[in-house]
Every structure is written in structure tokens, then in C-alpha cells.
């Protein structure tokens, strides 16, 4: 896996990253997301 290799979309592009999480008994579940554009630091 490498690390610090996310680059910024190039114009006219929007990158949107995504990641979840659920409990091992199935009662609980997060999503959360990013979503960057090419002139965000």
C-alpha cells in the first residue's frame, strides 16, 4: 500500500472518496465521504 500518494484531479474533474464501517453484530453501521476538487490544498 503506499502512503501520501493522492494527487489532485485535473481540471474539470472531481475525485470522491468513500470509506464505511459496521459492528460485528450488524446493529451499528457510519459511511462517511470527501469529495475534492483540483484548486482544494
Keep these: 500500500m503506499l ?3 493522492w494527487q489532485k484531479p485535473t481540471m474539470g474533474w ?10 460485528r453484530c450488524g446493529s451499528r453501521a457510519a459511511i ?10
Excluded: E
Aim: hydrophobic content about 25%; glycine content about 14%; proline content about 4%.
Design 3 to 5: 502512503l501520501n500518494n
Design 14 to 23: 472531481t475525485k470522491i472518496n468513500v470509506d464505511h464501517s459496521l459492528s
Design 32 to 41: 462517511g465521504g470527501v469529495a475534492r476538487g483540483p484548486n482544494d490544498d
